[in-house]
């Protein structure tokens, strides 16, 4: 039995487990918590998670490949941001309602002087 709406339905599914299994790692639920508040530079992530720059850029690799992020060059630095035009944007958004404040990760940067200039 099939129609027009179950391959839309089946697509849709299948875009919302992919993004559900992607915020299931902590450090990318995270990201996407603080991108909600900022933008970020790669290294202030590699600061904040004391993780390598290949590791941290993996993880916003895969969150930019299904549109959960954006990225802009800003000079010598690609600074990410939300993309609150995705079609999962909702989904975060609710999402978001029930993950703790990742502000004191941002202040943390901040009052570290670690934050980049860039932006």
């Known amino acids: 039995m099939t129609n027009k709406g179950t ?5 849709a599914i299948e875009e919302t ?3 559900l299994k992607l915020l299931g ?3 990318r639920l995270s990201m996407i918590s603080m991108l909600s508040s ?3 530079c ?5 600061d904040i998670f004391n993780m390598s720059q290949s590791a941290i850029s993996q993880h916003l690799r895969k ?3 299904i549109g959960l992020v954006k990225e802009q060059r800003k000079g010598q630095w690609v600074v990410y941001s939300l993309n609150r035009t995705s ?4 989904l975060i958004s609710d999402l978001l309602e029930h993950v703790p ?3 004191a990760k941002l202040d943390w940067l901040e009052e570290s002087g670690l934050r980049i200039t860039c932006i």
Do not use: G, I, M, R
């Open 25 to 27: 790692d902590k450090t």
């Open 87 to 90: 079609n999962c944007y909702p």
């Open 101 to 103: 404040s990742q502000q």
């Open 17 to 19: 487990a992919l993004v």
């Open 7 to 11: 391959s839309f339905n089946k697509a």
């Open 63 to 65: 969150l930019k490949d």
């Open 42 to 46: 790669v290294c202030e992530f590699v």
């Open 38 to 40: 900022q933008d970020c």
